[in-house]
């Protein structure tokens, strides 16, 4: 007689998980959901061995322990312990109580997540459990987590929210556990609800006798319309694990189905790989349902499938007589629709079998072979995978040398422009034709970056993740509505826009959008919209986050910047620079401390993400209607728009984003400290000077200030700095080259570019020029301090 | 993959126990079971079968490809499920077309 092993656990999904490992090792499992159905188990039953949770409800598993040891008919029965729980405290507790022995759950956490994600699903699938609003988001967050332990699971990190993911089980558990909201019909076996319309008599397969008639409509359908729908699965769709015939189950629900499957494209067994999609079916679907509920069937795998659905015929009265004729005329006229007759040789000659198509009488009957959009003939068919996929795979780093190439013919057409208008030979026709060069090099440069561009969807799709998950965390309701996510953006920018976005998103949620009872009382609906969107204009990608929430409260902005010192008291600010005060680092207007804001990384660490992508930000906000946060970013990163400047005699860079303004200081502006350090004073207020030649090494003389140009740059941390140089030359966009891989880092410099003359011009990493100014053992700041 | 243990014989040749869901994975096991036409004819029992997915239809039909057919078999005891996705898919239980696809 096989042992008999008796299971205490309050998780379906941990009794399901130990009833098939156990069970498949040969033993009899008796199962009990907590300590009080295990005593209750245990007047019956003699286990071999006890396993049991501890933490349950009614009775623990230190009490059902005790309990058991108590009764001396299992003095010698041993009882392990199976918990998640690995205290030592707990540990002996169980020990004096009784226990055996003690096993933390070694399940795959994965596993069993997946597992109990799964039930719930499947419980979802048959109809025993009602896809209410709660359940839904419950399952999305759910699949979210799978996402996380999924990835876990595959680097080998350890789970980071192991008791977040024990609740969620707990939470799907009790979404199994819930009773099934009473079918509609007896019992039927799960997945396949009333499959009445097409309802074949096929008692006597496998038998000799003619199977009856297969007639493909049973039963007239309730009112007229007549769909055909021509579906193609592409190798995608199946790839995905959607099935055809899950499809049609859901198709046969709305109406009654005539289906034909085209075989013409399958090839012999040999030449198959199972996995592709070589059939296409036509199916004619009658039901009073419309177009969109039947294209809705569809909705998952449209990308994936050739589909058409087109209305054949209009709706008509059902007992019409004439409806019949027509349709018996229609069904004449079809021989496409002739009845194979293989199976019942006894109806092999009789007149089409009696289909009921309710035609109105008054539109004239579609002609033959209907429309044309619905009919696949072979030579189309073969042709149009080829239509769908018209893509190719490359290496992105072959797109990579492209892009660098093109930007070596931009340089060489500068090259060209400016060794022909030195030599004096730029007439006009030669000025067009470069002219024009410029324009094609200028259009091959933004092909190639269309390359290399993908789309933001799968950024946005992140984004409603997190969307999610801070909705939850604040208690608010939020409808995330995206649009243009199929901009398309250099993959380098799309990789270096999570992060800004993802703040965005979180203060958008936490500050802007207000809890439902407020939006209630300001007459807006609970649930807040946040909208993300993205478009092209004018060069430049435009990414906009925007919600309907409170907008941005000024007075509280102006408050909390007076009391840090950030304004002066007196200061008359416009909403426009108010709004902007919230960019400032360190600035929070949250009371509290919570997860999602409010954590001292302020919108100043997205706005230098921003400037650092070379991109601006801009704030708009109108009091009881919401704020919006739009991004401009450069659509590539390897291309840069910049200030060339004169600097110790050598032309540099200065990144256009960086530049707050510019202007020529008189003499008596500037102001001297200690070794060579400089202060400007302009309104007001004083600036650090940088002498650029000086700081790189280029000049060992300072350069004196009402000979040059200050330029003032915003560098990380809102610090504000002058940097000196000789002159400004020009304004321009460069093409951006690496030194990393020739060079390592070098300090003060981000990249170089090469002129339109061939020489090399390095591009200023402001933020360390900046950072280096202030740290410098002469750097003004530190001057300050000790002359202050 | 196709019990093998638990194989019936029957007269033609042998009776397989087709799996429960006949999904990709089991279109896989399909086309390998009726890959070679120098085996002899086998049975397929259908009778426990929940769902004949396309892809498995696909192998059974080609299977019979009239050009180049492979390991003859025959479909025994299809299971209502079966029979009504066959039906869907638009086939009768012994995969002859219900009807003809409009060209």
Redesign the interface.
Known sequence: MNRTILTVDDSRTMRDMLRVTLAGAGYRVVQAVDGVDGLDVLTTELPDVVVTDINMPRLDGFGFIEAVRRDGRFGGVPILVLTTESDAEKKARARNAGATGWIVKPFDPARLFAHAFETALDLLRSGRLAPAAEVVKLLLRAADMLTDLVRAARTGAAVADAAGSARMIASLDALAAVPAPAPPVEPVEPAVPAFRPLRLDLSAIGDAEPAPEPAPIAEPPPAGRHIRIVFRPADAMYAKANETTLLLRELSRMGSLTVACDTAALPSLDALEPASSHLAWTVDLLTAATLDPVREVFEFVEGDCELSVVELSASAQADDAAGHEAAAAMEAARPAYEQDDESAPSAASPPPPPVLLPVSPLAPPPAPPGPVAATITPARAAEMPALAHASIRVDVERVDRLVDLIGELVISHSTLLQNVSEAGLLTTGVAAALDALGHLTRDIQDGTMAIRAQPLKPLFQRMSRIVREVADATGKQVVLQTEGESTEVDRTVIEKLADPLTHMIRNAIDHGLEAPDRRREAGKTEAGVLRLSAAHRSGRVIIEVSDDGAGIDRSKVRGVALSRGLIAPDAQLTDGEIDNLIFLPGFSTTDTVSSISGRGVGLDAVKRAIQALGGRIVIASCPGQGSSFTLSLPLTLALLDGMLVTAGGQTLVVPLTAIIGMLQPKQANVYQFGSGAQLMHESGSFTPVIDVARELGFADRATSPDQGVLLLVEAEGGTRRALLVEAIQDQRRVVIKSLDSTYGVVSGIAAATILGDGRIALILDVDAIASRGSGHPAGSERQLAIAG | MVQQRAKRVRNPGRTEPAKQRL??AA??V??QT??SSAEPPIELDASCV??????A???L???R?P????RPFSI???SD?F???A????????L????????
């Open positions: 999904d990709a279109a896989a399909l086309a009726l890959g929940e769902l004949l997915g396309a892809q239809l696909q192998v039909l080609a299977a490809h050009a180049r057919p492979a025994v005891d299809p499920a029979v009504r996705d039906a869907l898919l638009g086939f009768g239980h012994d002859v077309p219900l009807t003809t696809a409009a060209r």
